[in-house]
């Protein structure tokens, strides 16, 4: 289960950072209301959206950077993703290129024999 709520975080993150990297960026740097601890769990949630995708994929992908430029590369990445995605749903006046589809799967549970 903990793995599932991990790639749900970094899918959340992966569309975060190229959908809305501003929002991301606000979280993060925007000082808002509420105790110090609620400023530092915002931030330190946004961060780890935006931070979280490419270190996770500088882990299993081949070395030849580091983890900083690689991050960065990464978030520059998703960030012009985004960035075409937003045009073209400008030039063609609609929002559904950027709607998620949820795609619901049956959960299979094998009972165990004698039950």
Known sequence: MLVAVQQTWLGLGRYGTQFATPMLI???????GGSPGQHWGRRAAAGSLLLGPPLSAWLTAERTLDPARFALGRIAHDIAYGLGVWSGCLAGRTLAPIRPVVAWHPLNIEREAGR
Do not use: L
């Open 26 to 32: 606000a979280a993060a740097a925007v000082p808002g």
